[in-house]
């Protein structure tokens, strides 16, 4: 085996650990990594101690515009694009550093990820799809995912609009992650945790 396949072989399998630890389906590693299945398997027990789980992954983009999925989604898919555009991350990269630095933020909010990786995953294959888009809120100017081709000149985003079974707190906490989006422009902070 030559230096740059061994190179190439080491950064597949970093890339297949980093997404297990964050969580990842088997059909992610088998989408994003050139390891054969029964490698990604074998991984993926000694990393988390047990087979992954079998299933279907989410396949409807609805699912992305319900409430609190939206606000979530839209957080990720925000620090996601400026890592792509603004700091050049190739995408799996950058993929992993959004995951990481979305999961901060929401519990620096003593909020819970709603967002799982693998879902955050299929998020980004939407957006690659052209199957949703991000509109941008005529309120709070904050951007959020929406359907693809979803009309977006009275567009009005989840927070400026809660549903009304929405609690106070709960709103509270959304505001504050409204200003996080809004915030965006503010390089990604360093990683706290190791
Ligand atoms: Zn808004």
Sequence with gaps: MSEKSLLKELQQVQLAIDLIELGARLQVLETETELSRARLVRLFKEIRGMSPPKGMLPFSTDWF?????????????????RLREDHGCERMSAFIKAYRLYVEQVESNDAEAVLGLTRAWTLIRFFESDLLQLSTCTRCTGRFV????????????????PPSRAGKTRRRRDAETTEALACQPSPPPARRRA
Aim: proline share 6%; with cysteine; net charge negative.
């Design 146 to 161: 929406a359907h693809a081709h979803s009309p977006s000149h009275d567009y009005v985003c989840g927070i400026c609009q």
């Design 65 to 81: 515009i319900t409430w609190m999925p939206n606000i979530h989604s839209s957080l990720f898919y925000n620090i996601y694009t």
